[in-house]
């Protein structure tokens, strides 16, 4: 378990906090006792930010990353930036603009995962754009009707909600995970899934928002083929 308290998986609308520095790494990486900022994983990037001082000066944040043991979050200054002493207490603020368009393309994904319910090879959440590998034996794809599904989905409104379930649960309904190549994290005891409607559900630990019509028009934008069974989809979202 993460030695940062993960403000962001509870609200993914949290823009700022105030938290105290427990440690400086020995390649500058700053971790605090919590964070909203989120860290990269599940093929969403880590938050970018700052991190204000009590003096006002502020150190810029990069990107946000775990520790290889997944021990702690790191927030990573962007090159020469002063950074904060240990003990000192900062606001952590979110490059909300940026983050904000990564919660309204991951959402999205979730409902083409909905519309093509075959296994999720690979991924990736951009700021404006975002695809999906998957694994579909006959492919035969169409982008025009595609665009059409997912946009009456995001027009429906549904209700983005998050649910717990125990690893016991979760390795009981095996068919609740539709990632391959990313299994999602257990140890702890306790699952986050992410329940789009009655659409979409699935384990899933990134930022979403809280509605589909904040997703805003999505555009099926490409379709490519990746091998003998593996289709890319990637859309935009405006």
């Not at 020469?80 to 393309?105: H, N």
Request: proline letters at 5%; hydrophobic letters at 35%.
């Amino acid at each position: 378990m993460s030695q940062t308290k993960e403000l962001f998986r509870a609200n993914s609308y949290a823009k700022s906090c105030e938290a105290k520095v427990t440690a400086v790494n020995d390649l500058g990486g700053i971790i605090l006792d919590r964070t909203v900022f989120y860290p990269s994983g599940g093929g969403q990037p880590g938050d970018a930010g700052k991190l204000k001082r009590p003096d006002g000066s502020k150190t810029e944040i990069a990107t946000t990353v775990y520790e290889k043991d997944r021990s702690a979050i790191v927030h990573v200054p962007a090159e020469g930036q002063d950074l904060p002493a240990v003990g000192e207490t900062v606001q952590c603020i979110v490059d909300w603009k940026i983050r904000y368009a990564r919660m309204r393309v991951h959402t999205a994904l979730h409902l083409l995962c909905a519309i093509l319910p075959y296994p999720v090879t690979g991924g990736s959440v951009g700021d404006g754009e975002g695809r999906l590998d998957f694994d579909i034996p006959d492919g035969g794809l169409d982008k025009e009707a595609l665009t059409e599904e997912i946009n009456k989905l995001v027009a429906q409104d549904h209700e983005v909600a998050i649910r717990w379930i125990t690893d016991e649960e979760l390795e009981a309904q095996p068919d609740l995970v539709r990632t391959m190549s990313v299994k999602p994290p257990m140890g702890t005891g306790k699952v986050r899934l992410i329940a789009v409607g009655d659409v979409d559900l699935q384990p899933c630990g990134g930022t979403h928002v809280a509605r589909t019509n904040e997703i805003g028009t999505v555009d099926v934008s490409k379709i490519e083929k990746k091998g003998t069974k593996n289709r890319r989809v990637r859309i935009a979202v405006n």
